[in-house]
Protein backbone atom coordinates (compact mmCIF):
# COMPACT_ATOMS: atom_id res chain seq x y z
CA UNK A 1 0.00 0.00 0.00
CA UNK A 2 3.08 2.42 0.29
CA UNK A 3 3.45 2.59 -3.09
CA UNK A 4 0.05 4.79 -3.25
CA UNK A 5 2.09 7.73 -2.06
CA UNK A 6 4.90 6.94 -4.60
CA UNK A 7 5.38 8.82 -7.87
CA UNK A 8 4.96 12.74 -9.23
CA UNK A 9 3.38 14.79 -7.55
CA UNK A 10 -0.78 15.32 -7.61
CA UNK A 11 -3.36 17.63 -9.30
CA UNK A 12 -6.84 17.39 -8.67
CA UNK A 13 -7.74 16.33 -11.56
CA UNK A 14 -5.43 13.19 -11.29
CA UNK A 15 -7.75 11.74 -7.83
CA UNK A 16 -10.66 9.54 -8.26
CA UNK A 17 -13.67 10.75 -7.03
CA UNK A 18 -13.64 7.82 -4.87
CA UNK A 19 -9.66 9.22 -3.51
CA UNK A 20 -11.14 12.93 -2.70
CA UNK A 21 -13.87 11.81 -0.88
CA UNK A 22 -11.86 9.45 0.81
CA UNK A 23 -9.17 12.13 1.86
CA UNK A 24 -12.19 14.70 2.56
CA UNK A 25 -13.57 12.16 5.48
CA UNK A 26 -9.98 11.19 6.77
CA UNK A 27 -9.60 15.18 7.23
CA UNK A 28 -12.97 16.39 8.62
CA UNK A 29 -13.18 13.39 10.66
CA UNK A 30 -9.60 13.94 12.22
CA UNK A 31 -10.43 17.55 12.91
CA UNK A 32 -13.33 16.25 15.47
CA UNK A 33 -11.13 13.43 16.90
CA UNK A 34 -7.89 15.11 17.55
CA UNK A 35 -8.73 18.07 19.86
CA UNK A 36 -11.34 15.17 21.49
CA UNK A 37 -8.59 14.75 24.60
CA UNK A 38 -7.79 18.34 25.21
CA UNK A 39 -11.56 18.87 25.65
CA UNK A 40 -12.32 16.44 27.91
CA UNK A 41 -13.26 18.55 30.59
CA UNK A 42 -15.80 19.82 28.50
CA UNK A 43 -18.05 16.71 28.13
CA UNK A 44 -16.51 14.58 31.42
CA UNK A 45 -15.87 17.13 34.00
CA UNK A 46 -16.30 15.18 37.18
CA UNK A 47 -14.90 11.66 36.25
CA UNK A 48 -11.84 13.22 34.48
CA UNK A 49 -11.48 15.57 37.71
CA UNK A 50 -11.56 12.53 39.67
CA UNK A 51 -9.69 10.22 37.93
CA UNK A 52 -6.21 12.98 37.69
CA UNK A 53 -7.42 13.87 41.44
CA UNK A 54 -6.92 17.32 41.01
CA UNK A 55 -9.00 20.62 42.10
CA UNK A 56 -11.09 22.98 39.74
CA UNK A 57 -8.64 25.44 39.57
CA UNK A 58 -6.16 22.93 38.33
CA UNK A 59 -8.62 21.69 35.82
CA UNK A 60 -9.12 24.99 34.74
CA UNK A 61 -5.36 25.69 34.29
CA UNK A 62 -4.87 22.37 32.07
CA UNK A 63 -7.33 23.94 29.49
CA UNK A 64 -5.39 27.40 29.76
CA UNK A 65 -2.07 25.95 28.79
CA UNK A 66 -3.52 24.35 25.63
CA UNK A 67 -5.67 27.47 24.90
CA UNK A 68 -2.60 29.89 25.12
CA UNK A 69 -0.26 27.39 23.35
CA UNK A 70 -3.10 27.37 20.70
CA UNK A 71 -3.10 30.95 20.22
CA UNK A 72 0.62 31.61 19.93
CA UNK A 73 0.96 28.54 17.68
CA UNK A 74 -2.06 29.93 14.76
CA UNK A 75 -0.38 31.97 13.11
CA UNK A 76 3.12 29.92 12.28
CA UNK A 77 0.98 27.21 11.83
CA UNK A 78 -0.39 28.46 8.66
CA UNK A 79 3.08 29.81 7.39
CA UNK A 80 4.03 25.70 8.38
CA UNK A 81 1.35 24.61 6.07
CA UNK A 82 2.48 26.68 2.95
CA UNK A 83 6.26 25.12 3.40
CA UNK A 84 5.59 21.58 4.62
CA UNK A 85 3.29 18.90 2.43
CA UNK A 86 0.24 18.23 3.91
CA UNK A 87 1.25 14.19 4.27
CA UNK A 88 3.57 14.93 6.47
CA UNK A 89 1.76 17.61 8.49
CA UNK A 90 -1.14 15.20 8.81
CA UNK A 91 0.41 11.90 9.89
CA UNK A 92 3.00 13.27 11.94
CA UNK A 93 0.15 15.67 13.92
CA UNK A 94 -1.92 12.59 14.55
CA UNK A 95 0.65 9.85 16.04
CA UNK A 96 2.28 12.57 17.87
CA UNK A 97 -1.07 13.36 19.62
CA UNK A 98 -1.20 9.82 20.22
CA UNK A 99 1.90 9.56 22.00
CA UNK A 100 0.94 12.66 24.22
CA UNK A 101 -2.76 10.48 24.72
CA UNK A 102 -1.20 7.15 25.60
CA UNK A 103 0.84 9.35 28.48
CA UNK A 104 -2.17 11.35 29.07
CA UNK A 105 -3.65 7.58 29.67
CA UNK A 106 -1.49 7.07 32.22
CA UNK A 107 -2.79 9.99 34.39
CA UNK A 108 -0.33 11.33 35.19
CA UNK A 109 0.72 13.81 38.09
CA UNK A 110 -0.64 17.87 37.46
CA UNK A 111 2.90 19.14 36.67
CA UNK A 112 3.24 16.03 33.69
CA UNK A 113 -0.11 16.94 32.59
CA UNK A 114 0.68 20.55 32.33
CA UNK A 115 3.02 19.63 30.09
CA UNK A 116 1.03 17.08 27.68
CA UNK A 117 -1.60 19.87 27.25
CA UNK A 118 1.16 22.62 25.99
CA UNK A 119 2.14 19.28 23.59
CA UNK A 120 -1.12 18.93 22.42
CA UNK A 121 -1.07 22.77 21.55
CA UNK A 122 1.92 22.08 19.35
CA UNK A 123 1.00 18.87 17.69
CA UNK A 124 -2.33 19.58 17.31
CA UNK A 125 -2.59 23.19 16.69
CA UNK A 126 1.31 24.05 15.74
CA UNK A 127 1.49 21.21 13.66
CA UNK A 128 -2.24 19.78 12.08
CA UNK A 129 -4.37 22.79 12.32
CA UNK A 130 -3.75 24.05 8.73
CA UNK A 131 -3.89 20.71 6.76
CA UNK A 132 -7.60 20.84 6.95
CA UNK A 133 -8.62 23.66 5.30
CA UNK A 134 -5.84 23.61 2.94
CA UNK A 135 -6.16 19.79 1.86
CA UNK A 136 -9.84 20.65 1.42
CA UNK A 137 -8.56 23.24 -0.83
CA UNK A 138 -6.30 20.98 -3.19
CA UNK A 139 -8.58 18.25 -3.28
CA UNK A 140 -11.03 20.95 -4.83
CA UNK A 141 -11.27 23.24 -7.57
CA UNK A 142 -12.54 26.94 -6.99
CA UNK A 143 -15.94 26.23 -7.77
CA UNK A 144 -15.97 23.17 -5.38
CA UNK A 145 -14.47 24.24 -2.64
CA UNK A 146 -17.32 25.99 -0.64
CA UNK A 147 -19.27 22.45 -1.33
CA UNK A 148 -16.85 20.75 0.26
CA UNK A 149 -15.75 22.63 3.11
CA UNK A 150 -19.30 22.94 4.32
CA UNK A 151 -19.47 18.63 3.41
CA UNK A 152 -16.89 18.60 5.94
CA UNK A 153 -18.38 20.45 8.75
CA UNK A 154 -20.83 17.62 8.24
CA UNK A 155 -18.78 15.15 7.99
CA UNK A 156 -17.44 16.98 11.00
CA UNK A 157 -20.59 16.35 13.20
CA UNK A 158 -21.05 12.99 12.02
CA UNK A 159 -17.92 11.94 13.00
CA UNK A 160 -17.88 13.92 16.36
CA UNK A 161 -21.95 12.14 17.01
CA UNK A 162 -19.96 8.54 16.80
CA UNK A 163 -17.05 9.16 18.51
CA UNK A 164 -19.20 11.18 21.44
CA UNK A 165 -21.40 8.55 21.88
CA UNK A 166 -18.61 5.78 22.15
CA UNK A 167 -17.07 7.97 24.63
CA UNK A 168 -20.11 8.18 26.82
CA UNK A 169 -20.60 4.23 26.74
CA UNK A 170 -16.78 3.72 27.82
CA UNK A 171 -17.69 6.04 30.59
CA UNK A 172 -20.61 4.85 31.32
CA UNK A 173 -19.30 1.62 31.68
CA UNK A 174 -16.77 2.38 34.50
CA UNK A 175 -19.08 4.77 36.29
CA UNK A 176 -17.91 3.34 39.71
CA UNK A 177 -14.05 3.61 38.76
CA UNK A 178 -13.26 6.56 37.07
CA UNK A 179 -9.47 6.52 36.86
CA UNK A 180 -10.34 3.37 35.18
CA UNK A 181 -12.64 4.91 33.21
CA UNK A 182 -10.57 7.91 31.92
CA UNK A 183 -7.61 5.11 30.69
CA UNK A 184 -10.00 3.18 29.13
CA UNK A 185 -11.35 6.36 27.04
CA UNK A 186 -7.83 8.06 26.41
CA UNK A 187 -6.64 4.73 24.97
CA UNK A 188 -9.66 4.26 22.76
CA UNK A 189 -8.68 8.05 21.55
CA UNK A 190 -5.34 7.74 21.24
CA UNK A 191 -5.71 4.25 18.96
CA UNK A 192 -8.07 6.16 16.76
CA UNK A 193 -5.80 9.05 16.42
CA UNK A 194 -2.97 6.75 15.79
CA UNK A 195 -5.10 5.15 12.94
CA UNK A 196 -5.75 8.38 11.23
CA UNK A 197 -2.17 9.16 10.93
CA UNK A 198 -1.36 5.70 9.40
CA UNK A 199 -3.92 6.50 6.90
CA UNK A 200 -2.53 9.76 6.12
CA UNK A 201 0.61 8.78 5.58
CA UNK A 202 -0.37 5.53 3.02
CA UNK A 203 -3.00 8.01 1.03
CA UNK A 204 -2.30 11.51 1.29
CA UNK A 205 -0.46 12.24 -2.18
CA UNK A 206 2.49 15.37 -2.76
CA UNK A 207 0.54 17.62 -4.43
CA UNK A 208 1.67 19.99 -7.12
CA UNK A 209 1.91 23.74 -6.26
CA UNK A 210 1.26 22.77 -2.11
CA UNK A 211 4.49 24.41 -0.80
CA UNK A 212 7.18 26.48 -2.35
CA UNK A 213 10.79 24.77 -2.89
CA UNK A 214 12.76 27.60 -1.19
CA UNK A 215 14.67 27.02 2.03
CA UNK A 216 14.13 28.46 5.24
CA UNK A 217 10.68 29.76 7.32
CA UNK A 218 10.02 33.01 6.76
CA UNK A 219 7.55 35.13 7.57
CA UNK A 220 6.99 36.68 4.22
CA UNK A 221 4.50 34.52 3.60
CA UNK A 222 2.43 35.84 6.61
CA UNK A 223 3.62 39.13 4.93
CA UNK A 224 2.29 38.96 1.92
CA UNK A 225 -1.19 37.34 3.03
CA UNK A 226 -1.68 40.13 5.42
CA UNK A 227 -1.62 42.34 2.70
CA UNK A 228 -3.96 41.18 1.20
CA UNK A 229 -6.83 42.83 1.62
CA UNK A 230 -9.21 39.74 0.97
CA UNK A 231 -7.63 37.98 3.94
CA UNK A 232 -8.45 40.08 6.52
CA UNK A 233 -11.91 41.33 5.29
CA UNK A 234 -12.30 37.41 5.76
CA UNK A 235 -10.93 37.35 8.97
CA UNK A 236 -12.87 40.15 10.68
CA UNK A 237 -15.92 38.60 8.59
CA UNK A 238 -15.14 34.79 10.80
CA UNK A 239 -14.80 37.51 13.86
CA UNK A 240 -17.79 38.28 13.67
CA UNK A 241 -19.61 35.30 12.52
CA UNK A 242 -17.72 33.37 15.24
CA UNK A 243 -19.27 35.86 17.76
CA UNK A 244 -22.62 35.11 16.92
CA UNK A 245 -22.37 31.20 16.56
CA UNK A 246 -20.87 30.66 19.84
CA UNK A 247 -23.13 33.08 21.25
CA UNK A 248 -26.38 30.53 20.48
CA UNK A 249 -25.16 28.37 23.01
CA UNK A 250 -27.03 31.37 25.61
CA UNK A 251 -30.28 30.35 24.06
CA UNK A 252 -30.44 26.82 26.04
CA UNK A 253 -29.94 28.45 29.46
CA UNK A 254 -32.70 31.35 28.28
CA UNK A 255 -35.19 28.65 27.36
CA UNK A 256 -34.89 27.48 31.04
CA UNK A 257 -33.93 30.25 32.92
CA UNK A 258 -36.54 32.71 31.22
CA UNK A 259 -39.05 30.66 29.84
CA UNK A 260 -38.80 28.01 32.04
CA UNK A 261 -39.45 25.95 29.47
CA UNK A 262 -39.71 21.83 30.70
CA UNK A 263 -36.36 19.62 30.66
CA UNK A 264 -37.78 17.81 28.15
CA UNK A 265 -37.59 20.70 25.90
CA UNK A 266 -34.57 21.75 26.61
CA UNK A 267 -32.64 18.40 26.14
CA UNK A 268 -34.57 18.29 22.84
CA UNK A 269 -33.15 21.95 21.43
CA UNK A 270 -29.60 21.31 23.16
CA UNK A 271 -29.27 17.54 21.59
CA UNK A 272 -30.81 18.45 18.45
CA UNK A 273 -28.32 21.89 17.82
CA UNK A 274 -25.46 20.17 19.02
CA UNK A 275 -25.56 16.96 16.55
CA UNK A 276 -28.19 17.29 14.14
CA UNK A 277 -27.65 20.45 12.94
CA UNK A 278 -23.93 19.93 11.87
CA UNK A 279 -24.88 16.96 9.74
CA UNK A 280 -27.18 18.76 7.54
CA UNK A 281 -25.99 23.11 7.96
CA UNK A 282 -22.71 22.98 6.61
CA UNK A 283 -23.03 20.77 3.11
CA UNK A 284 -26.86 22.91 2.51
CA UNK A 285 -24.86 26.32 3.30
CA UNK A 286 -22.07 25.17 0.86
CA UNK A 287 -24.44 24.25 -1.49
CA UNK A 288 -25.96 26.81 -1.36
CA UNK A 289 -22.58 29.13 -1.72
CA UNK A 290 -21.59 26.91 -4.72
CA UNK A 291 -25.23 27.67 -6.45
CA UNK A 292 -24.94 31.28 -5.83
CA UNK A 293 -21.09 31.00 -6.73
CA UNK A 294 -20.38 33.65 -3.72
CA UNK A 295 -19.45 32.52 0.42
CA UNK A 296 -19.82 36.09 0.83
CA UNK A 297 -23.54 36.49 -0.90
CA UNK A 298 -24.24 32.91 1.67
CA UNK A 299 -22.61 34.76 4.82
CA UNK A 300 -24.95 37.80 4.00
CA UNK A 301 -28.00 35.85 3.83
CA UNK A 302 -27.21 33.81 6.60
CA UNK A 303 -26.27 36.40 8.91
CA UNK A 304 -29.18 38.67 8.04
CA UNK A 305 -31.51 35.42 9.01
CA UNK A 306 -29.52 35.31 12.22
CA UNK A 307 -30.64 38.86 12.80
CA UNK A 308 -34.35 38.19 12.21
CA UNK A 309 -34.08 35.58 14.51
CA UNK A 310 -32.27 36.71 17.63
CA UNK A 311 -34.67 40.08 17.48
CA UNK A 312 -37.43 37.56 17.41
CA UNK A 313 -36.23 36.23 20.57
CA UNK A 314 -36.04 39.72 21.92
CA UNK A 315 -39.33 40.92 21.21
CA UNK A 316 -40.94 37.57 22.36
CA UNK A 317 -42.97 37.33 25.77
CA UNK A 318 -41.19 36.18 28.23
CA UNK A 319 -43.46 33.50 29.52
CA UNK A 320 -43.50 29.91 29.03
CA UNK A 321 -46.58 29.90 26.81
CA UNK A 322 -44.23 30.51 24.07
CA UNK A 323 -41.19 28.18 25.11
CA UNK A 324 -42.03 25.91 22.14
CA UNK A 325 -42.09 28.81 19.41
CA UNK A 326 -38.81 30.21 21.17
CA UNK A 327 -37.52 26.22 21.05
CA UNK A 328 -38.12 26.48 17.07
CA UNK A 329 -36.72 29.19 16.68
CA UNK A 330 -32.96 28.55 18.34
CA UNK A 331 -33.41 25.58 16.21
CA UNK A 332 -33.25 27.05 12.92
CA UNK A 333 -30.91 30.22 14.65
CA UNK A 334 -28.56 27.38 15.35
CA UNK A 335 -28.98 25.37 12.60
CA UNK A 336 -28.23 28.79 10.26
CA UNK A 337 -25.28 29.85 12.06
CA UNK A 338 -23.25 27.01 12.06
CA UNK A 339 -24.09 26.56 8.73
CA UNK A 340 -22.74 30.25 7.72
CA UNK A 341 -19.56 29.35 10.30
CA UNK A 342 -18.75 26.63 8.46
CA UNK A 343 -18.70 28.23 4.99
CA UNK A 344 -17.09 31.81 6.10
CA UNK A 345 -13.41 30.59 5.29
CA UNK A 346 -14.41 30.03 1.81
CA UNK A 347 -14.43 33.80 1.07
CA UNK A 348 -10.47 33.50 0.86
CA UNK A 349 -11.18 31.29 -2.20
CA UNK A 350 -13.66 33.73 -3.42
CA UNK A 351 -11.17 36.39 -3.31
CA UNK A 352 -8.72 34.25 -5.38
CA UNK A 353 -6.03 33.87 -2.38
CA UNK A 354 -2.88 32.45 -3.71
CA UNK A 355 -2.40 28.72 -2.95
CA UNK A 356 0.98 29.52 -1.77
CA UNK A 357 -0.33 31.65 0.95
CA UNK A 358 -3.40 29.45 1.48
CA UNK A 359 -2.20 28.20 4.51
CA UNK A 360 -0.51 31.74 6.10
CA UNK A 361 -4.10 33.52 5.34
CA UNK A 362 -5.96 31.18 7.25
CA UNK A 363 -3.61 31.09 10.41
CA UNK A 364 -4.73 34.59 10.73
CA UNK A 365 -8.06 34.19 9.63
CA UNK A 366 -7.83 31.59 12.78
CA UNK A 367 -6.45 33.91 15.14
CA UNK A 368 -8.90 36.68 14.35
CA UNK A 369 -11.56 34.77 13.96
CA UNK A 370 -11.83 33.18 17.38
CA UNK A 371 -10.71 35.71 19.62
CA UNK A 372 -14.51 35.80 20.50
CA UNK A 373 -13.37 32.99 22.58
CA UNK A 374 -11.27 35.38 25.24
CA UNK A 375 -13.73 37.85 25.81
CA UNK A 376 -17.23 36.69 25.26
CA UNK A 377 -18.34 34.13 28.23
CA UNK A 378 -16.82 36.24 30.71
CA UNK A 379 -18.81 39.43 29.32
CA UNK A 380 -21.82 37.88 29.23
CA UNK A 381 -21.32 36.04 32.22
CA UNK A 382 -21.02 39.65 33.88
CA UNK A 383 -24.18 40.54 32.15
CA UNK A 384 -25.90 37.60 33.24
CA UNK A 385 -24.76 38.24 37.10
CA UNK A 386 -25.58 42.17 36.68
CA UNK A 387 -28.82 40.88 35.14
CA UNK A 388 -29.98 38.36 38.79
CA UNK A 389 -28.49 41.06 40.53
CA UNK A 390 -30.94 43.82 39.03
CA UNK A 391 -33.60 41.12 39.37
CA UNK A 392 -34.08 41.37 35.67
CA UNK A 393 -32.56 37.81 33.73
CA UNK A 394 -34.93 38.30 30.93
CA UNK A 395 -33.48 41.91 30.48
CA UNK A 396 -30.04 40.61 30.38
CA UNK A 397 -30.83 37.86 27.69
CA UNK A 398 -32.19 40.48 25.70
CA UNK A 399 -29.07 42.58 26.04
CA UNK A 400 -26.83 39.20 24.88
CA UNK A 401 -29.54 38.67 22.01
CA UNK A 402 -29.05 42.14 20.93
CA UNK A 403 -25.32 42.23 20.98
CA UNK A 404 -25.26 39.05 19.17
CA UNK A 405 -27.60 40.34 16.21
CA UNK A 406 -25.16 43.79 16.17
CA UNK A 407 -22.23 40.95 15.26
CA UNK A 408 -24.39 39.44 12.38
CA UNK A 409 -25.39 43.42 11.27
CA UNK A 410 -21.56 43.85 11.18
CA UNK A 411 -20.83 40.18 9.10
CA UNK A 412 -23.04 41.46 6.61
CA UNK A 413 -21.18 44.75 6.09
CA UNK A 414 -18.01 43.22 5.92
CA UNK A 415 -19.12 40.30 3.80
CA UNK A 416 -20.61 43.24 1.09
CA UNK A 417 -17.50 44.97 1.25
CA UNK A 418 -15.17 41.88 0.73
CA UNK A 419 -17.80 40.85 -2.35
CA UNK A 420 -17.54 44.07 -3.89
CA UNK A 421 -14.15 44.49 -3.57
CA UNK A 422 -13.50 41.18 -5.33
CA UNK A 423 -15.74 42.08 -8.07
CA UNK A 424 -13.74 45.74 -8.63
CA UNK A 425 -10.28 43.94 -8.74
CA UNK A 426 -11.12 40.18 -10.42
CA UNK A 427 -8.66 40.64 -12.75
CA UNK A 428 -5.93 41.62 -10.80
CA UNK A 429 -7.05 38.90 -8.33
CA UNK A 430 -7.13 36.09 -10.65
CA UNK A 431 -3.65 37.75 -12.44
CA UNK A 432 -2.10 37.83 -8.93
CA UNK A 433 -3.08 33.45 -8.47
CA UNK A 434 -1.99 32.57 -11.40
CA UNK A 435 1.41 34.28 -11.12
CA UNK A 436 1.83 33.05 -7.79
CA UNK A 437 0.76 29.58 -8.88
CA UNK A 438 3.60 29.51 -12.00
CA UNK A 439 5.96 31.17 -9.47
CA UNK A 440 5.49 27.67 -7.06
CA UNK A 441 5.50 25.15 -10.34
CA UNK A 442 8.68 27.13 -11.60
CA UNK A 443 10.72 26.86 -8.39
Not at 152 to 165: D, F, K, R
Request: glycine fraction near 10%; charged fraction near 10%.
Amino acid sequence: MATLVKGGEKKVQDLSKARKIFLLILVSMGSSTIYAPAYLKSVFYDPLQQALNCTNTELGLLMSAYAITATICYLPSGIIADKVRMRTLSWVGFVATAILVFIYATLPSFGTCMALFVGMGVTTILIWWGTRFKLVRLISTEEEYSAKIGLSYGIYGAAGLVVGMINLAIVSAFAQNAGAGMTALLLWLGGFILLLGILSFLFIPKFEGEIKQESGFSLMEFVHALKNPVVWLAALSMFFVYFYYTGVTYTTPYLSGVLGASLVVVSVVSVVRTYGITLLSGPIFGAFAKKINSAAKAIVVGSILVLVAFMALVVLPDTAAVAVVAAAIIIVLGFIANGVFGIVSAQLTEGKVPLTIFGAATGIVSVVGFLPDTFSSTWFGAIIDAGQKAGDVPGAYHEIFIILAASAVIAVILSLILKAYVSKNKEKLEKRAQEASQGAHQA
